[in-house]
């Protein structure tokens, strides 16, 4: 009898929300889509590097 392969209670857990909540694998795309897969401004971010403030190799604060 071929042993059933261990599953943690977080992963039951997931499987379980998806089953009972089919909309929410839509849901987690479009906030996906919102903050993550956007086009990137260059100059934007070449101010943004700019900006920064080089750091001292040994900061004690």
Excluded: C, G
């Excluded at 009972?20 to 479009?30: C, F």
């Excluded at 993550?36 to 943004?48: H, M, T």
């Amino acid at each position: 009898m071929p042993k059933k392969p261990y599953e943690s209670d977080t992963t039951t857990f997931i499987k379980s929300l998806f089953v009972n909540k089919p909309e929410l694998r839509k849901q987690q795309l479009d906030a996906r889509s919102l903050w993550w897969d956007r086009e990137q401004d260059l100059k934007e971010q070449a101010e943004l590097d700019k900006s920064k403030i080089k750091k001292t190799p040994y900061e004690y604060y």
